[in-house]
């Protein structure tokens, strides 16, 4: 490898995308640049109360084009015609309807302005109902098809939500060849792909979040989706058995793309994957290391040589998959569904009466405040057994035992009850969730040798990682890198690129280590202990409730 090899990292985010670029021998960034998605910032196409959110795929477009030319030109012309490989991350299950040229419905005059045409982000959760039908559909086949995504099918995922668009819109249902991933069809995009059965499909969303499985020679038969429902029927002959590791290549840069971005038609783009799973790499995750990556929802990854998780199924998690994460590793999910959203529910309650504020930048500086000053205030409160209890289940439950029509509770409450001792009351929740996880993969046999933390909140709110490493009982370090879900990609990139063997080489090489590590104090263990259980049964009192 020359000195001057670098490798692009594409991350697509919830609310924006981010790309840098970094030097393939040692990982340092040479240039970064972020997009905000326009269309997703004024909430076009969703509805909150409806818990619909879509995101149109020409924020995506542009946001791919516009990072990487402003990385390109920030870090000059010396560096573009070194660059050796392009890999991308997305958030997920994002997927999108297409034509057959693997073209999303919503670039198309006709499905312009149709959210149904347009990617289901994540956090979407209109297919509640489908979800449910799926798990109960399920229990009537002698092989269980859920058996390795936790044994139960969540409304944020593939399936379900390609069944509710079908369901719900004729036009679609009519024009729809395929249903594509959001990290499955950038890399399509990029290598000039324009045949939708050619699409290359990751390992990692289709086993974490499509139901395949080697072991069913790819996805589950049409007879389960066709007896399911007939709009599903011969659906699966539409998706290749075959599937990919993020370390293999889907093509090169296609000639159209290459001169979009002033790059060569010789860069290598890698197989796509889901943001955390990138992210993991990126920040360095070892085996039995809980990868916590922390931004509006939280992503948790652990990863176990083959042998040593041999027939062990954890039940209620996002699935575990061979090479999903790291290639001939076992590579497991979990996760919440409101981590970061959670405070910045609070922080929107808490700051309605800006909106009547005429003066914007005020508005801005003081919006922007109120997050750090609720963590300073919380800090300082004394903590106590009988304090307020939350429950984080504001956009419903991801992990353990997905149910995403859960919802958040606040107990005790009193006149002297202000708004740090609620936001502490919420921090204390969100890390309780956080263990609920570690609990399930311990109980089910998968131990959970450390912490590591990744992402916004794990860099920027040293309350709550404190929090987090009492409840947990056990330190959690957090990596140096900002950007730890484009780093992983760039490490894929290189690999992808040829530059390293496998990508675990590329981690080595090109990763930034941590810079900061919290221990738990050990006085307020034995009390977060007490309050955990009783935030398990407030939660359990909620569910039956609900």
């Known amino acids: 490898m020359t000195p001057k090899t670098y490798v692009i990292g594409v991350d697509y985010g919830t609310d924006s995308v981010r790309s840098i670029i970094a030097d393939a021998a040692n990982g340092n960034e040479i240039a970064s640049s972020i997009f905000y998605y326009p269309r997703w910032k004024k909430q076009l196409y969703c509805n909150a109360a409806a818990n619909q959110f879509r995101q149109h795929p020409l924020d995506y477009v542009e946001g791919l084009e516009f990072t990487i030319k402003d990385c390109l030109q920030k870090a000059g012309p010396e560096v573009a015609v070194h660059i050796k490989g392009i890999a991308v991350d997305t958030t997920g299950s994002s997927p999108v309807a297409v034509d057959a040229h693997g073209q999303p419905l919503a670039l198309l005059p006709a499905f312009a302005e149709n959210p149904n045409a347009m990617f289901v982000l994540w956090k979407d959760h209109t297919s509640v109902q489908e979800a449910a039908e799926i798990n109960e559909h399920a229990k009537q086949f002698d092989i269980n098809y859920l058996q390795f995504v936790g044994g139960i099918y969540s409304s944020e995922w593939f399936w379900a939500k390609l069944l509710h668009v079908l369901r719900e819109d004729e036009q679609v249902r009519s024009s729809i ?154 590579g497991m999910e979990a996760g919440q569904s409101a981590f970061g959203d959670a405070y910045a529910w609070l922080k929107n309650l808490l700051a309605w009466p800006l909106h009547l504020l005429e003066d914007e930048n005020l508005k801005q500086q003081v919006s922007d405040k109120i997050i750090a000053e609720l ?165 359990a009192f909620i569910e039956k409730g609900l």
């Open 177 to 330: 060849h395929s249903w594509v991933e959001h990290c499955d069809w950038i890399p399509f995009l990029l290598t000039g792909g324009n045949d939708v059965a050619k699409i290359k499909r990751g390992v990692c969303s289709a086993g974490h979040k499509g139901l395949w499985n080697a072991s069913f020679g790819g996805y589950p038969p049409n007879a389960f989706f066709a007896s399911l429902d007939k709009v599903l029927d011969g659906f699966t002959s539409k998706l290749p058995a075959e599937t990919f590791t993020s370390s293999q290549s889907a093509g090169n840069l296609s000639t159209e793309w290459a001169a979009r971005l002033g790059l060569s038609t010789e860069v290598v783009v890698a197989i796509g994957a889901f943001d955390a799973h990138m992210g993991a790499v990126g920040g360095q995750i070892e085996p039995y290391y809980l990868s916590k990556v922390m931004g509006t929802s939280t992503c948790d990854m652990l990863v176990a040589p083959i042998d040593e998780v041999g027939d062990t199924l954890v039940k209620g998690i996002c699935g575990q998959v061979d090479g999903s994460v790291i290639p001939n590793m076992i």
């Open 375 to 539: 963590s300073k205030q919380a800090a300082q409160l004394p903590l106590n057994e009988k304090d307020e209890l939350a429950v984080d289940w504001l956009n419903g439950r991801r992990t353990p035992d997905a149910n995403q029509l859960l919802k958040g509770a606040f107990t005790g409450l009193n006149l002297g009850t202000d708004a740090p001792r609620m936001f502490k009351s919420l921090v204390e929740a969100t890390c309780f969730g956080a263990k609920a996880i570690v609990e399930r993969f311990v109980e089910q046999g998968i131990s959970v040798k450390g912490l590591i933390g990744l992402g916004g909140v794990a860099k920027k709110s040293p309350y709550i990682m404190q929090v987090m490493a009492d409840v947990m009982g056990m330190p959690i370090r957090i990596h140096k890198s900002e950007q730890t879900c484009a780093a992983g990609a760039a490490m894929f990139a290189a690999t992808a690129a040829g530059l390293y063997v496998k990508v675990e080489d590329a981690m080595n090489a090109m990763g930034q280590g941590f810079d900061a590590e919290y221990h738990p104090n050990a006085s307020n263990v034995e009390l977060y202990r007490k309050r955990y259980e009783q935030y398990k049964k407030l939660g």
